[in-house]
């Protein structure tokens, strides 16, 4: 664990710089109070679009749009001061050509001042890759499991499960190192071929479902929360956040329907009544005590 003094925020080359030095830290964040906590622990944030399953209730990632990753992203730079902040490029925001990518890319780079996008796709997407760090954009891969891709894969397949699977994989990582990205998510991943990986790549691979072979971890805030209500067999719950929100709600609405809250010191008084409130008394609630009469002579 780390709590970091505040100094300059982090950017794309400190994080590749992390490789062989220390375990790199990160979650993804949606909003700019948990992104403030976040940030304290973490090197990078990741707004990722599973913010549309987990914040917005969808059922995969595909229908995410531009505008919501801005958003998003957004919260998550104010939240945040010291951690790099990635953003996702949603489906369909970069595949069709590399300058459909830049302009995309650019956009979500000066509304929200990221400091990097991530593009899903290895070899496809490593002459993308390419043009972007070549025009000032920052650029994690993301291999394995690509989430945007659950229409062609036909589900949430973990990958690289037999060997004859691996090289396919491991041109994917390379390709991308080669294209200048700085580091390369490795998604739903068997163990020894993360860790092939790890080994032959010079950027660092930040693992998800790919075991602690890789040179940093991340998991999706909300699902390692305890908040998600269904979660991947690779995510630890370090909290049980949906619980204490249940908790919390349920005796909101029996103190309602009871008319226990809320209570005096959650309630204005007028200003008169609060300006002849002794010290010690809730405003408004001190005895009043009438003058007595002048008799009339
Ligand atoms: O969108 C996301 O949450 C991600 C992580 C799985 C890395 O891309």
């Known amino acids: ?25 990160a979650l993804t964040s ?33 229908p995410v749009t531009l505008d ?3 958003v998003h992203g957004r919260a998550v730079v104010r939240g945040a001061k010291r951690a790099l902040v990635a953003i996702d490029m949603p489906f369909g925001s970069y595949e069709e050509s590399p300058s459909v990518a830049f302009r995309n890319a650019s956009r979500v780079m000066k509304e929200t001042d990221c400091g990097a996008v991530k593009l899903e796709g290895g070899r496809r997407m490593a002459e993308t890759t390419r043009y972007l760090v070549e025009r000032g954009i920052p650029v994690m891969g993301h291999i394995g ?13 973990s990958q690289g499960r037999t060997r ?37 790549i010079p950027i660092p691979t930040i693992g998800i479902g790919a ?37 919390a709600i349920r005796s909101y609405a029996e103190e309602v329907g009871e008319r226990r809250f809320p209570a005096a010191e959650h309630t204005y008084a007028m200003k008169e009544e609060a300006k002849r409130t002794p010290p010690g008394f809730p405003q408004g609630l001190a ?4 003058k007595p009469k002048k008799l009339s002579t």
């Open 1 to 25: 664990m780390s709590l970091h003094p505040l100094t300059r925020r982090l950017m794309a080359p400190d994080i590749t710089a992390m490789k062989r030095v220390k375990p790199i830290i």
């Open 30 to 62: 949606y909003h700019a109070h948990t992104a403030a906590i976040a940030d304290k622990y973490c090197d990078f944030l990741l707004v990722g679009d599973s913010l549309g399953m987990v914040m917005h209730g969808f059922e995969t990632t595909v």
């Open 68 to 70: 919501m990753m801005i």
């Open 145 to 157: 499991l690509t989430p945007q891709s659950i229409n062609v894969i036909g589900g949430f397949k």
């Open 164 to 200: 004859d699977e691996w090289a396919a994989i491991e041109d994917d990582a390379l390709a991308l190192a080669d294209a200048g990205a700085f580091a390369v998510v490795l998604e739903a991943m068997s163990a020894p071929l993360a860790s092939r990986i790890t080994d032959a």
């Open 211 to 247: 075991s602690s072979n890789c040179d940093g971890q991340i998991l999706v805030m909300e699902d390692m929360l305890g908040l998600s209500p269904r979660v991947p067999k690779f995510v630890k719950k370090f909290g049980a956040v949906a619980t204490a929100i249940e908790d």
């Open 287 to 290: 005895p009043v005590t009438k």
